[in-house]
């Protein structure tokens, strides 16, 4: 699937007729000028790489005052390794062995460390705000566990389980992360986002990573059973997509009392996502300048 399949790959023209009707549709029925009415975006993407253009045009549509506080839900297809911003490419991650099993490689805006990403196991979201909004906080630990809390009430309203905030970004389960979160802050307006585990792939975590010393990997996946879990470990047994976007969406809802209106990427939107796709997020330059 290339990029002219995808989300940003859309015809405009097929996007302004999609956006005419959803314009109607607020004029009838939604206020995005009320405080208690956010957008919600379900983003289903090729490539990781377009979730993070879709991040950085997000965050500019709201600096711009073109959007209210943004809830998405964040869909991919390839298998791929994410690194933080300030982390080595070839340090963190075994690039050759990525090439050869058709792992992509990219670099977040957001700092923390190398992660491999599963489209199959796992689902991500990310959440838009500008710094000012007095539902979150300038405070960064304090912003991490408001937010986070939103996530928590819905894993554990849904599924029952007692999910926790851990300082500074995760979440856990019995003392197990179950959820890695990232914050980025610019131009007045924060983005958080973050992943829930829905089954883990130990062996294939481990695989595309650098590992000092391979005669310990085999101790550090032990390690990582100990410390990492999952939504379907917990529960035992499998959750769908479908229940853990409905527990992101109650969740944010209900820490905020807010009512999230499904909606569209913009014209504007997808326009910037494409540019940024291009000439940031799919580059060497960015990708692998450190």
Known sequence: MS?????????????????????????????????????????????????????????????????????????????????????SVF???????????????????????AVYKDPQREINYSFIIPERDERVSLNVVESYKIICDAIIKGLNEEFGINAVFKPINDIV????????????RREGVILQHGTILLDVDYDKMFSLLKI?????????????????????RELGRTVSFEDAERAIIRGFEDKFNVKLILDKLSRKEIERARFLYKYKYDTKEWNFWK
């Open 3 to 87: 990029l002219d399949d995808s989300l940003l790959g859309q015809d405009l023209d097929v996007v302004d007729k999609k956006e005419e009707k959803v314009k109607v549709d607020k004029k009838e029925n939604i206020n995005f000028q009320s405080d208690n009415s956010w957008r919600l975006l379900i983003t289903k993407t090729d490539s990781y790489k377009e979730q993070m253009a879709i991040d950085e045009a997000n965050m500019e549509a709201i600096a711009s005052g073109d959007s209210p506080p943004i809830v998405r839900v964040c869909y991919f297809k390839k298998p791929s390794v994410s690194i933080g911003f300030f982390q």
């Open 91 to 113: 340090k963190e991650v075994d690039v050759a062995l990525c090439a050869k099993e058709g792992v992509e490689i990219f670099r977040r805006m957001t700092g923390g460390g």
């Open 173 to 184: 389960v019995n003392n197990k992360k179950i959820s890695g979160n990232a914050q980025t």
């Open 212 to 232: 000092p010393d391979e005669k310990i990997k085999g101790k550090m996946i032990s390690s990582a059973k100990e410390r990492v879990t999952s939504l379907s």
